[in-house]
């Protein structure tokens, strides 16, 4: 279960489709679970409303998370993802190769 991990997901407007920046905003990447969430992370948003995390499958207890994210201004929840469940995140060929899974975009 010790493997290192790379997330990525972009939030947008979803009225203008314009990426979702500023220092007010910034994303919760947790793991739902049955009696209480892990958290992941909570990164802020770069100039594209994207996150781009590393960690570890150790955060979670578990191969296949159900990774979901919630997207936050002035520390209040705007946006919660669905959960997906059984992420899958597939063991590196190579040495020194990060396994990456791309959640896409939310529009908000």
Known sequence: MDQEIRIIDQFVDKTTGKPITGTQYWAKVMDKDVFADDFIDAPSL???????????????????????????????????????????????????????????????
């Open 46 to 108: 770069d100039e594209e409303g994207r996150i781009d995390i590393l960690s570890n499958l150790i955060v979670t207890g578990e191969t296949t998370p159900d990774i979901y994210f919630v997207l936050l201004k002035d520390k209040k929840e705007i946006f919660r993802s669905d959960v997906f469940k059984n992420t899958v995140f597939m063991k590196p060929e190579r040495p020194g190769e990060i396994s990456t899974v791309d959640f896409g975009v939310f529009k908000v």
